[in-house]
């Protein structure tokens, strides 16, 4: 399946805590506990200059909470079905994984579907060159969010639109409320060039994992002593992740430290 925006009006959220399931840090599900302050966070992280693409995720999409948009879901067998149901719909708005945007590049898209659709996003995986070229073809006036995030933490990164010819391979660099550190293996901060792993940590970090406290103290424990930005001692997500971020603060995914596959 898969998810599109449609621009509304109108919106509301009564205050409670989410479990948003999802497969974290191993091939076996597990459930992340998230409060709604950190949906919330999400919802105003989409400040001047940042789509709300770039934050959308999670029980309730941030354009909905914001804008009051629509939200389309999609059952689709086969993904012709979804360009016509983009058409249908006039979905301004669609976040999809490196398979699904492999498998639409391939196709024509109907005139109406590439009129209204204003940003796509991309997670779960890095999208390939030749499929990102090909759907700009296609997509000329369509704003394209590459972007990588933890179950655990919401969104982290993404690559503004602006910035796709200059620094390809780039996840891109912090959403706003996510603070990031590259860190050393022996918990030091990295400098610019060299690889570490990423910690992520402020209000969108999750509580932990739901009914698993061995796996939430592996994963969540305190963020790197004095990180830039007044990290602190609280509680980040240790990725697993391996980086390297540029003097701009860019980052590119170099791999894991375990045998997970992403």
Partial sequence: GGSGCRAGTGSGLTATTVRAAGAGFSGLGRGTMTALSAVLSAVLAAGPGVDLATVRRGVARACVL?????????????????LEALARHRITGLAGVPTLWSALAALDWPAEAVTHLRYLTNSGGTLPPAVLQRLRAALPDTQVFLMYG???????????PDELAHRPGSIGRAIPNARLAVVRPDGSLAAAGEPGELVHSGPLVALGYWRDPAATAQRFRPAPEAPPHGLGAERAVWSGDRVVADAAGYLTFLGREDEQIK
């Fill in 66 to 82: 914001d804008v009051g948009a629509e939200v389309v879901l999609f059952d689709y067998l086969l993904p012709r079905d979804l």
């Fill in 150 to 160: 933890l179950t655990e933490a919401f969104r982290s990164t993404y690559l503004p």
